[in-house]
């Protein structure tokens, strides 16, 4: 237990043996700096001094990203640190930084393009920008949700600022089109934002025009002809033949 190459010969094969390792090479910089190379997360077997050592702290992070959950508090608010682990795995964002790092905008942002998630993990403050919100709503949007996604969670989707703001709306509807339910009664009836969401998404025809029954209103038959013109290009011509009927096609010259 006190003897250095038994001790590393062991934590290449089980690396939570480090634990049992006498406290004298638990508190041993040199060697705890070689075992956190083999496996970041034996961080958590040695000393709160260690702990708190920057180099072998940011040697652990390099090597397992969620080391960082067992670095001391100072260095869970330390920019180098943190940078570092969300590099080699941006999930680590959702766990284990600071309060002051989790309103870093410019981490806040890597982290959730390269994760893919963790908005609820960024503070209140980002979760009001909007450019934070619209890599949150492409996040979604890769993901496929499914379309009870942005009526089940209205609130944390789209902030209340930003649903009367057409030139975000208008943004957010063509990167994810069912935010169409979550904005503005006044931008839930502007012809270029409907434009926009149901080009973004096929699916979200029937919605729209369910809503707002446009399918049997003879005085928006040339909102109608934009619109097919538009998503001619998108998949979903049996959806399209559902949604309007027939005797809505034959009042449409779509030559």
């Known amino acids: ?56 702290v940011l040697a652990a992070v390099q090597q ?19 940078w570092t682990a969300v590099q080699q795995n941006a999930e680590v964002f959702d766990h284990c930084i600071s309060a002051r790092l989790r309103d870093n905008k410019e981490l806040a942002l890597f982290a959730l393009g390269g994760y893919g998630f963790g908005f609820e993990f960024v503070s209140d403050r980002l979760k009001d920008d909007p450019d934070i919100v619209l ?8 993901t496929n949700f499914h379309t009870g996604y942005c009526d089940q969670h209205l609130e944390n989707l789209i902030p209340s600022k930003f649903r009367d703001d057409e030139v ?15 904005v503005s009664e006044r931008l ?9 969401a149901a080009a973004q998404n096929a699916y979200i025809f029937g919605r729209v025009f369910d809503q707002y ?14 619109f097919l013109m538009l998503c001619k290009e998108i ?4 959806c399209l033949t559902y949604i309007f009927g027939s005797s809505l096609f034959s009042k449409l010259d779509l030559q």
């Open 1 to 56: 237990r006190d003897n250095e190459s038994i001790v590393i010969a062991a934590v290449q094969n089980l690396p939570y043996a480090l634990r049992h390792a006498s406290w004298r090479l638990r508190n041993c910089e040199e060697l705890v700096l070689k075992v956190v190379q083999i496996n970041g997360r034996v961080l958590g077997c040695v000393s709160d001094r260690l702990r708190d050592n920057k180099k072998i």
């Open 64 to 82: 397992d990203a969620f080391a960082l959950n067992h670095a001391s508090d100072r260095l869970k608010d330390d920019d180098d640190v943190v």
């Open 135 to 142: 890599a949150h709503l492409r996040n979604i949007a890769a």
């Open 168 to 182: 975000f709306v208008r943004q957010a509807v063509q990167i994810y089109g069912w935010v169409l339910s979550c």
């Open 188 to 196: 839930k009836n502007d012809r270029q934002v409907l434009l926009l």
């Open 213 to 226: 029954k446009l399918k049997a209103d003879v005085k928006n038959l040339d909102f109608l002809k934009d």
């Open 235 to 238: 998949p979903g011509d049996a």
